[in-house]
């Protein structure tokens, strides 16, 4: 199975701030990532997909990258409404379209 | 613009079967993959299980033995089925759209409409 590691697991940034999370396959997943933000209470929602492509109406602060094991989510600007938890998914390998543990985003 | 809403009981007992029905509105069942997740309380994602509208079912190895998913393309609905439950079975449960997107030298798979969630308590 592939898992997924994500880091840090929480931290704490200013608003304007630019901020990398960062999600590690443990084995070749190409380009198959996908990025999504959740909020409490809320569902997940999707930001990226295929590790660079923004999903439609998300803002382009919003920027995917990295192939192979290792990729990259960075918000170029904190806005207020950044501040919620971000998750990878790897879709490369069925079954198991596994999901990183999550990176909790808050105002510091 | 598809909308998903999950129902089914807020409570389900010990060994007992947990039901869940997602309703798909605005767009046909048919052509896509149809998926479940479940996210413990304060813990992260995790997918369950995924149907295409024809009926091919890929499931979570880890949950396989207990879980059936199903699909009803008249009704525009599908199915998640999880038997002998226990405490680490609550969870909010979403139904999501896994959409595809293929090319040259490409293929995508992403979660990209999600329900609402519902919660299920597994207690006596």
């Known amino acids: 199975d592939i898992q997924m590691t994500q880091s840090p697991s929480s931290l704490s940034a200013s608003l304007g701030a630019r901020v990398i999370i960062t999600c590690r396959a443990s084995?070749?997943?190409?380009?198959?990532l996908n990025w999504y933000q959740q909020k409490p209470g809320k569902a997940p929602k999707l930001l990226i997909y295929?590790?660079?492509s923004l999903h439609s109406g998300i803002p382009s602060r919003f920027i995917g990258s990295g192939s192979g094991t290792e990729f990259t989510l960075t918000i170029s600007s904190l806005q207020f409404e950044d501040f919620a938890t971000y998750y990878c998914e790897q879709s490369h390998s069925t079954p198991g379209n596994t999901f990183g543990q999550g990176t909790k985003l808050e105002i510091e | 613009q598809v909308q998903l809403q999950e129902s089914g009981p807020g409570l389900v007992k010990p060994s007992e079967t947990l039901s869940l029905t997602c309703t798909v509105s605005g767009d046909s069942i048919s052509g896509d993959y149809w998926s479940w997740v479940r996210q413990p309380p304060g813990k992260g994602l995790e997918w369950i299980a995924y149907?295409?509208?024809?009926?091919?079912?890929t499931y979570n190895p880890s949950l396989r033995s207990r879980v059936t998913i199903s699909i009803d393309t008249s009704t525009n609905q599908f199915f998640l089925k999880l038997n002998s439950v226990t405490a680490a079975d609550t969870a909010v449960y979403y139904c999501?759209?896994?959409?595809?997107?293929?090319?040259?030298?490409?293929?995508?798979?992403?979660?990209?409409?999600w329900g609402k969630g519902t919660t299920v308590t597994v207690s006596s």
């Open positions: 295929g590790a660079s």
């Open positions: 999501a759209r896994r959409a595809i997107l293929t090319g040259y030298q490409y293929f995508y798979s992403y979660l990209d409409v």
């Open positions: 084995q070749n997943i190409n380009n198959n």
């Open positions: 149907i295409y509208y024809s009926g091919s079912t």
